[in-house]
């Protein structure tokens, strides 16, 4: 099946640095890429829609400037968290969708643990 | 606005027994309906899909979930759970939000199943 990675899996930084993460659809093209954060005993709350070539589509609520996304290829997106701050520890998820608009199917990554001191 | 609930935060069920994992939802417009499965230490898996069609929906490892539109209810079902059951189940809901698509996850439903 579908593979979708995510590097680091974990990450501790000090508050006011930058971290990006990576998430690569591994075995198939993926037009469309989603990030998601998930809270202890919270839902997965999407952060933003990320479509190859173009500018991120942003959920109500998400600072654009703050989470910076980047879709340069197909199999490439890149969340980078700004001058984090403790508050931003949570837990990062990518997923991918393989096919175009009428795909229904999302193949998540493993997720990213970011921990801000 | 969309929105998908699981009220169990975790299920219990003996090996060998059936199980049922609930989620209800409610949303303006014709849902398509998801159930995801989270192992340890893994990502999210997708298990099955309700898009239209018959209300049962067989997925993988044996699962399957019924839509039933009166009760705006999926919730997730097999007949027989098995120790490798064991994880975290989320259902989701994906419908057309201002000209794209948007998924809403419930909060998640903790499976363990007993030897």
């Known amino acids: 099946g579908a593979v979708v990675s995510q590097h680091p899996s974990w990450v501790i930084c000090k508050s006011g640095t930058s971290v990006k993460i990576e998430c690569r659809s591994l075995?198939?093209?993926?037009?469309?890429m989603f990030w998601y954060r998930q809270f202890p005993k919270q839902s997965l709350m999407l952060m933003a829609t990320s479509n190859e070539g173009s500018k991120a589509t942003y959920e109500q609520g998400v600072e654009k400037d703050k989470f910076l996304i980047n879709h340069a290829s197909l199999t490439l997106s890149t969340l980078t968290v700004t001058s984090a701050h403790p508050e931003d520890s949570s837990f990062y998820i990518c997923s991918a969708r393989a096919g175009g608009w009428g795909s229904d199917t999302q193949y998540f990554g493993p997720g990213t643990r970011l921990t801000v001191l | 606005a969309q929105s998908v609930a699981q009220p169990e935060d975790q299920v219990n069920v003996a090996e060998g027994n059936p199980l049922t994992v609930k989620c209800t939802y409610s949303v303006s417009g014709n849902p398509y309906l998801f159930w995801y499965v989270q192992y340890p230490n893994r990502g999210l898996q997708f298990l099955l899909k309700?898009?239209?069609?018959?209300?049962l929906v067989k997925g993988s490892y044996g699962f399957e979930a019924e839509f039933n539109k009166s009760q705006t209810s999926f919730h997730l079902k097999k007949p027989s759970a098995l120790v490798s059951d064991s994880a975290l189940y989320f259902c989701a809901v994906r419908v057309l939000s201002g000209g794209y698509q948007k998924v809403t996850f419930g909060i998640g439903t903790k499976l363990q199943v007993i030897p």
């Open positions: 309700y898009i239209t069609g018959d209300n």
């Open positions: 075995d198939f093209q993926a037009t469309t």
